[in-house]
């Protein structure tokens, strides 16, 4: 069972981005029983997001995609539900250490598909971020036109859960003596 399956699956975890993603995960080659390591800063990379670092740009969506192996141009919708994916799929591999990505969905069927997301402080404590400007500006977001009023604040309570638990493993990263500097 996965420790984010409290999330996993309506808002967080089940969009077609979420798709999108999984698809991304998917596209390397997996060994048995070995989880394949995955740099969350080469994934921000290659969804075209090595600028991100100004959160509100993050907002209304443009230009986010990947390019598969296979030279298709995937995109992604709402930067916001890649963004909330992958910051569950982070408190997953901290608390399991890996994730398996038949228990993620998007019709995986390989047994051997698990990975582990690796994250440095700085992409970690841009996810944050991104999280935390979602919880008090999340009308703010492209995702809006999407959503009720009432999805769009339990999205924002979801992601306030996700960022609690991502406090941890900046913690860790940080130290934690930096985590109070960083929440003020």
Not at 17 to 29: K, Q
Not at 38 to 54: G, T
């Amino acid at each position: 069972m996965m420790y984010i399956e409290r999330w996993w699956g309506e808002y967080i975890g089940g969009t077609d981005d979420t798709c999108t993603l999984i698809d991304y995960l998917a596209n390397r080659e997996f060994k048995m029983e070995i989880p394949a390591e995955i740099n969350v800063k080469n994934m921000l990379q290659d969804f075209q997001l090595k600028n991100a670092w100004e959160i509100k740009d993050l907002r209304q969506t443009k230009d986010i995609y990947f390019i598969s192996d296979n030279g298709y141009r995937q995109d992604i919708g709402c930067a916001i539900n890649l963004l909330m994916d992958v910051s569950a799929i982070i408190v997953e591999c901290q608390k399991n250490g890996k994730v398996c990505l038949p228990d993620l969905g998007g019709g995986i069927m390989d047994k051997n598909a698990v990975i582990s997301l690796k994250v440095e402080k700085e992409e970690l404590a841009l996810l944050r971020g991104i999280l935390e400007d979602f919880i008090h500006h999340s009308y703010s977001y492209d995702l809006e036109e999407f959503c009720p009023k009432d999805d769009m604040r339990e999205i924002a309570k979801q992601c306030k859960e996700i960022n609690t638990e991502l406090i941890g493993e900046l913690e860790n990263l940080m130290g934690h003596e930096n985590i109070v500097k960083f929440q003020e």
